[in-house]
C-alpha cells in the first residue's frame, strides 16, 4: 500500500460552480499507478467548498449558484461584515456544501459515475487560487 499527499493550487475563479475534476485529475500523475485506492481531497478555505455532481448540463451549476444565493442572502443582518457583504454568506455556503470529499480509484483513475464531476464551490466574488490537499492510498 501506498501513501502520496500532494498541494494543487486551483486557478482563481469568479463566484459560482466550477467543474474542476481534470485540473484535479491532472494535477495528480500519482493516480495512473493505483489500481485501487482512495482519493481525499480537501479544501483549505472556509469560502469555497468541494462537492461531487452532475457534470454535463451547465444548468446543474447555475442552478446550484442561484439556490445558494437565495438561501444564504448577502442582505441579510450579518454580523461578521470586516471582509466585505459576500464574506459571512460564503462561510455559511461553505459550512453546508462540505470541504472534503472521498472518492475512490480504480484501474489509475477516479472511479467517478458517468455523469459525475467535481466542483469547487466559489462562494465570494474574488476569492483567489484555492489550495487543496489531496491524499491518496492504494496499491
Known sequence: ????????????????VHLVTAEIADALPELAQLRVGL??????????SLTLNE??????????????????PEDFAWTHTLEGSDDMPAHIKAALMGSTLSLPIAG????????????????????????????????
Not at 457534470?55 to 444564504?72: H, I, K, L, Q, Y
Not at 458517468?114 to 474574488?126: N, P
Request: glycine content about 10%; overall charge positive.
Open 55 to 72: 457534470n454535463a448540463s451547465p444548468d446543474v451549476r447555475r442552478d446550484f449558484e442561484s439556490w445558494f444565493g437565495a438561501a444564504v
Open 108 to 139: 489509475g483513475r477516479l472511479a467517478l459515475g458517468t455523469w459525475q464531476g467535481i466542483y469547487l464551490c466559489e462562494h465570494r466574488d474574488r476569492g483567489g487560487p484555492r489550495s487543496l490537499t489531496a491524499t491518496l492510498h492504494g496499491e
Open 39 to 48: 482519493a481525499h481531497l480537501f479544501i483549505r478555505h472556509t469560502s469555497a
Open 1 to 16: 500500500m501506498a501513501w502520496t499527499q500532494r498541494d494543487i493550487t486551483l486557478k482563481p475563479r469568479p463566484r459560482g
